[in-house]
């Protein structure tokens, strides 16, 4: 899974008929600060997130494992909203270990 930013939408009139009705985002992958990082990817919305938001997305097969996206042509989506992250991580070079909680 990609922990990423939506930062747009793309809107298209014209699409495979098994993709109308579905919303399409754009998704920019993030560090565990948040700090958005290069590439993007363009992901099925199955859980109504919006510009702006942290989200989780599956891609590959698994992105046609959900309720939405079953057996369509479908090679990524959205399937969370993030609202936090507990990350422990190495504060310095003797190895002591600290926990941050990162809210959005």
């Known amino acids: 899974m990609i922990l990423g930013k939506v930062v747009g939408t ?39 997130a919006g510009v702006g938001e942290i989200v ?19 090679d990524a989506v959205i399937t969370a909203i993030v609202d936090k992250l507990d990350v422990s991580e190495i504060a310095d070079a003797d190895d002591v270990a600290t926990e941050e909680l990162i809210e959005v």
């Open 56 to 74: 989780l997305v599956a891609q590959g097969s698994s992105a046609r494992q959900t309720a939405l996206t079953h057996n369509k042509p479908v």
């Open 10 to 48: 793309v809107w298209a009139t014209r699409k495979d008929e098994q993709l109308v009705g579905m919303t399409l985002q754009i998704v920019q992958p993030v560090d565990l600060d948040y700090s958005l990082k290069s590439g993007f990817v363009v992901a099925v919305d199955s859980v109504g």
